[in-house]
């Protein structure tokens, strides 16, 4: 009988707790809701048992199975609601305890105990903070890069490393306008914080990642460095440097920034409601979105292969430089793929051996995800004929020179063998200074590598090959449903003969011998691995005074 009690008791105070939180769940704990509850008849909520208290404590100890009894009789007045002043728990002095506000059968009442002796706050054993489900733990700012690495950890599989990149740079600024701010938790974080992140954005120069000293500085030393950058210009008489990062960047920097705070808020961290309204720049329309990237033409592009790298060059080192040799590497195929294929620069900078596939239209480039880099989306995927002018430099001859080394990437000298590099960004940072120089200021187009991939889009439709095919040549998702649900991806014959379509802008460049890069063929690593950041930005400043042969 005792047992049954308790468990009575413990289904009653269980209910008490649930529906004594107004906050929550609203004013439902009623004497009639928790009847109903249990599936008893409602009664009124004055009960005969408020009116007579119950029987005083037996003196004598309790006995084994009376005590679960006792116990949760007291938790039922620990968690009773405290908005009744005519229930509330009585003191510990005071043994004597009100009836609860619903009915039970009438049964003979076991000896209540004396409550139980309140411990001492000194005595009492140090406990983990009680969460707030409404509001999360406060997570200290020296632990956002900690959550930030778990989130880019839990994307691994759909983000590519740039996203990744782009996301702790993100938090890492918002780390440092925070500190700046004096923030030390994520519950004291306001709306006042972001703005003043939104401000940074603003004094800081445009092209501040591509210098290794400025992607090291704090933020408040980052604006100092650029307002110091700015009156040097001024003051010896030349055009400042922009100040202020470009509308499409500062929107990826706040989304990746609300990306994180979701996060972390998802995690059960407090995390205040925080918006991006009035911060964000206009996204551009798309009568705009025209004129951001340059779409250099064939003829724009045919100067691009007069360089020495392709019709002759000092040495493996001095690509720049005019000479006899031509070595057959990334910086040799890479510019002719992306003129007359229009892919992104990762997709075929982290080509595999294996990804050079035969088939029965010729010799094709399978992109697909590898080893050394992932792709951007399921598009993404897909087979693209290797084009002919690319064959008749010897392609297929440098892909079996590769493969006979055991090398397993296609462009072997764009990787470190002492860490994990991105394939696109070292070929940028070796290939595109080395064009500047050629072209000189006057004829360089801005983004290099992302124009000629909207050079080759724009060539292809004034030539008036269909949009859908463009897309699917360029691995981009299609805007209508006939290209996207009724139709399959254009197959090898129907891109070769739109790629006929696009003039040729080599044919002026005469096969030779595969010869690879000296490091290459040695199977050591590249003359760049190891070399600081400040080494590299020293010889490329060297290399932009020469003067032009």
């Known amino acids: 009988m005792n047992r049954e009690r308790a468990t009575q008791q413990i289904m009653r105070a269980k209910a008490d707790v ?238 990746n920034i609300n990306t994180f705070l979701t996060y972390i808020k998802g995690r059960g961290y407090h995390v205040p409601n925080l918006t991006m309204d009035g911060l964000r720049p206009r996204k551009p329309k798309l009568s705009d979105a025209r004129r951001i990237t340059d779409k250099p033409g064939p003829e724009q592009l045919r100067p691009m292969f007069d360089m020495p790298l392709f019709t002759g060059c000092k040495s493996a080192t001095e690509q720049e430089v005019a000479g006899p040799h031509v070595f057959h590497s990334a910086n040799y195929f890479l ?56 064959l008749r430099l010897n392609f297929i001859d440098y892909v079996e020179a590769i493969k006979a080394l055991r090398y397993d990437a296609l462009f072997p000298e764009l990787f470190a063998k002492s860490r994990r590099t991105d394939p696109g960004d070292r070929f940028y940072k070796d290939f595109v200074p080395k064009l500047h120089q050629h072209l000189g200021d006057a004829e360089r187009w801005n983004r290099v590598l992302h124009a000629l991939r909207h050079g080759f889009a724009d060539t292809l439709k004034q030539a008036l090959v269909h949009p859908s095919i463009i897309s699917d040549i360029a691995g981009r998702l299609g805007n209508d449903e006939t290209s996207m649900r009724y139709t399959n991806r254009a197959g090898l014959n129907v891109i070769k003969d739109a790629l006929q379509k696009y003039p040729s802008v080599t044919n002026h460049l005469e096969p030779q011998p595969i010869r690879l890069l000296p490091w290459v063929e040695a199977q050591e690593p590249s003359p760049w691995e190891g070399r600081s950041s400040a080494h590299r930005l020293q010889e490329a400043r060297a290399k932009r005074k020469r003067p032009k042969r």
């Open 18 to 255: 649930l529906l004594g939180a107004p906050d929550r769940y609203g004013p439902l704990s009623t004497g009639s809701d928790v009847a109903a509850l249990f599936g008893e008849p409602t009664q009124p909520q004055t009960s005969s048992l408020e009116a007579a208290p119950l029987p005083a404590p037996a003196t004598a100890s309790p006995t084994q199975d009376e005590a679960p009894a006792r116990a949760l009789l007291s938790l039922e007045q620990t968690h009773a609601p405290q908005t009744q002043a005519t229930e509330s728990a009585p003191s510990v002095s005071a043994p004597a305890s009100p009836a609860p506000d619903f009915a039970i059968p009438q049964q003979p009442q076991p000896a209540q105990a004396p409550a139980p002796e309140v411990i001492e706050p000194a005595t009492q054993t140090p406990t983990a903070p009680v969460i707030d489900d409404e509001k999360g733990v406060d997570l200290p700012l020296s632990q956002f890069i900690t959550e930030c690495d778990a989130l880019m950890k839990s994307n691994q599989h759909h983000w590519e490393d740039a996203t990744a990149k782009d996301v702790k740079v993100a938090v890492t600024m918002l780390v440092g306008v925070l500190e700046e701010q004096g923030i030390t938790h994520s519950s004291q974080m306001r709306q006042i914080h972001l703005g003043k992140l939104r401000e940074h954005f603003d004094h800081i120069l445009t092209n501040y990642g591509r210098s290794p000293r400025l992607r090291s500085l704090g933020t408040a030393d980052l604006r100092a460095a650029s307002a110091e950058a700015v009156k040097s210009h001024v003051d010896a008489g030349k055009e400042p440097p922009k100040l202020g990062l470009g509308p499409t960047t500062i929107r990826k920097h706040l989304a």
């Open 335 to 390: 510019p002719m793929l992306m003129v007359y294929l229009g892919p992104r620069r990762a997709e075929v900078a982290g080509l595999a051996v294996k990804d050079i596939v035969k088939t029965a239209q010729g010799w094709a480039i399978d992109i697909r995800p590898n080893k050394f880099r992932s792709l951007k989306n399921a598009s993404s995927a897909r087979m693209l004929p290797v084009p002919d002018e690319v």
